[in-house]
């Protein structure tokens, strides 16, 4: 198949880079705002994968028109314009998270994309990493009991590039919707309360963007376990991910500060997640993370943005 990668940043970048390393993908085509970018990208990584023609450069308009499926990595901000194109050429899709800046639209775009047809994958590449799985299966097995606390924390190495900032979304919609994501994957329970705080303890960016870059957020689940989760912008040794899921019978505790960035950390289960993206497009397996999924963490992100603002506890709609 011929595989459309939009916007290579950060994340693109490395997605497309997986999908020219795999058997099934016979082309990507990359695509960014900044022409320049993508062309320059398609050489190098061209070359790295062994053959010059499995990567090639496309205008954003062309892209659609040249492959089987798209993956979506440009700008949050964008990403609405570009899962209606996509659906509009009938392109099953992989759509980085969040869906979008504002919940109205991002609830919108995924009608639009449903009544399409189009399948639609949401990147949450967490689902995908083996700590994760083995919480999910210890929860489900009866490891811990009757679950009374969870305790998530995702904090990066560094922050991101400066520019990045005003378009993230903040800190819930663009770093905890991770953890909004997965304690109820883990959990098999949703979230339905939660209590947001912030503070600036670090880059200036965050501070002039409305934005903080260090939080806490207190939460609980629709069967009163209770919950906390910690996000950071910065911390030198290493990017920090964890989860404790605790009950009446026992604690199932892991992960820790591993050195690297999120690339590194969550190589592997980014290129776990493509792969199950291939087997959507290739017919063989259903969307493994839907658009109705990374709505509900969404969800949580819009009410920790409205408890904070308001400095009290917010039910989760
Ligand atoms: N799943 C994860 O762990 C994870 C990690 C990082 C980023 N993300 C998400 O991926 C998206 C991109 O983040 P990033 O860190 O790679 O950003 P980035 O700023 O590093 O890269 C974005 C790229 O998109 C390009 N671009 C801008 N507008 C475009 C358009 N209309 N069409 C095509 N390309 C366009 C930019 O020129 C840039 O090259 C964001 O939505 C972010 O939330 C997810």
Redesign the pocket.
Known sequence: MRVGV???????AFHARALAAMDEVEQVVV????HA?AEAFAVEAGVEAGADARVEAAS?ADVYAKVDAVVI????A??A??LRRAADAGLPILC???IALDPAIARDVVAYVHARGAGLHV???RRFDPMYVAARAAVRAGAVGTLTRVHAVSVDRQP??P??VPG?GGIYR?THI?DFDIVPWVTGVPIVEVTAIGANRGADVFRENDDVDVSAVLFRLADDTLGTAHAGRQHAPGYDVRLEVAGTAGTHACGGVTEGD?LTR?GDAYRAELAAFVAMVAGRAASPCTGAEALAAQAVAEACVVSRREGRPVRVR
Do not use: M, W, Y
């Open positions: 939009l916007g290579v940043g950060r994340i693109g695509a960014d705002a900044d970018r954003v990595a440009a700008p949050t964008v990403h314009d570009l980085e998270k969040p990147g949450f590449q991101p590039h520019a990045f993230s663009d991770h999120f969550f």
